[in-house]
């Protein structure tokens, strides 16, 4: 399918940069796929529209890392590093985005005065990530290093001079687990729960299931390719327990995935973990490409937020509209379209959708 598919026109003042003001007064647009009905709703009626039953939910617990860290090189010329994902042998090595690219060689050394002093040993031209050797000073690790002096990495379309006070909170989920902290980006479908909906959602009979997957900054990437399957997906670490995996297989309820990460986890789970796994842990690095057709085996509902034009998150939630068809394209743009008039609010501080 030719990438243009999945465009769209999308006004520029509907790119949120701030979140609601309430987590739970986002807008919610509800799809039900059975009556090709659509319905809006504000995202403190979930509950409600849910009701009671025995749906078994999936979420990332991820915690958003404070990835954007800044130094200076020894000619005194500032860095800005937005860390990625450490090396798996090599726990003070990770692989990062560096600025300016092009003047930081290999054997390039930055620091920041007190808290670490940094080296960059390789470069990829393909991927545009480097991977950089971390001394901290006085510290245990680079994770220390980001929570001294980083900042939270929000996407490049929020446009602002730098984080707010609120972004501390609002770019991390509720139920983010602070032992957890490997995120570059959140899992933002989930910015719209607030613990008394997890409260409500549990007291009506529904179960929650935590699972984990390291969001990356590919997940921002517009699709270059002319053709959407010519498109390299990233790749992207999960943890998923056992129970869960047991959870997801025997369900006699139905399965719903609160964002596209917990989709990708649990599908890319679905496929590779050993069929016996019922106890400990499974992880590997996702890198299943969901686009129509495609088809799902553990995910019966969907909440995420509206996304990128040209975008695999498009496209993954396009394939879930109508599973093992590409009708979903049209459906979605359709879709979109209404949303656009309503004035929901686009990305990641934005409003979210409900497919059921």
């Known amino acids: 399918m030719k990438t243009d598919a999945y465009d769209f026109a999308l006004p520029d003042e509907l790119i949120a940069q701030k979140p609601a003001a309430q987590r739970d007064q986002s807008k919610l647009l509800v799809v039900d796929r059975s009556s090709q009905r659509i319905s809006h709703h504000a995202f403190s009626e979930l509950p409600q529209i849910l009701g009671p039953s025995n749906l078994q939910i999936f979420r990332n617990n991820a915690t958003v890392l404070r990835a954007r860290i800044y130094g200076k090189r020894e000619t005194g010329g500032k860095v800005e590093c937005v860390l990625l994902e450490p090396k798996d042998d090599a726990p003070l090595v990770w692989e990062c985005l560096l600025k300016p690219g092009r003047k930081l060689p290999p054997g390039t050394r930055f620091r920041q005065e007190g808290v670490y ?19 901290p000073q006085g510290l245990n690790d680079v994770v220390a290093i980001a929570d001294t002096c980083g900042e939270l990495p929000l996407p490049p379309y929020i446009q602002r001079e730098g984080p707010e006070a609120d972004d501390d909170t609002r770019y991390q989920t509720t139920y983010a687990d602070p032992n957890k902290k490997i ?96 106890e400990g842990s499974f992880s590997r690095d996702a890198d299943l490409f969901i686009i129509p057709p495609f088809n799902y085996l553990g995910v019966d509902q969907l909440i995420t937020n509206f996304h990128l034009p040209r975008s695999t998150l498009f496209g993954l939630v396009a394939a879930f509209l109508t599973p093992q068809s590409i009708d979903g394209v049209d459906w979605l743009k359709t879709i979109y379209a209404e949303a656009i008039s309503k004035k929901y609010r686009f990305f990641s501080y934005g409003d979210a959708m409900l497919i059921i």
């Open 183 to 278: 995120a570059a980006a959140a899992p933002t479908a989930g910015l719209h729960f607030t613990q008394e909906i997890n409260d409500a959602l549990s007291s009506a009979g529904h179960r929650f299931h935590d699972l984990t997957l390291r969001v990356g900054l590919g997940t921002f990437r517009p699709v270059k390719s002319e053709n959407i399957e010519d498109h390299k997906i990233h790749r992207e670490r999960y943890w998923i327990e056992g129970s869960t995996i047991a959870a997801l297989r025997n369900s006699t309820g139905k399965r719903l995935a609160i964002g596209t990460t917990s989709v990708r986890t649990v599908e890319d789970a679905l496929r590779h973990a050993p069929a016996d796994l019922a």
């Open 117 to 135: 002093t940094a080296e960059v040993l390789e470069k990829s031209d393909e991927s545009g990530t480097a991977w950089v050797h971390f001394y």
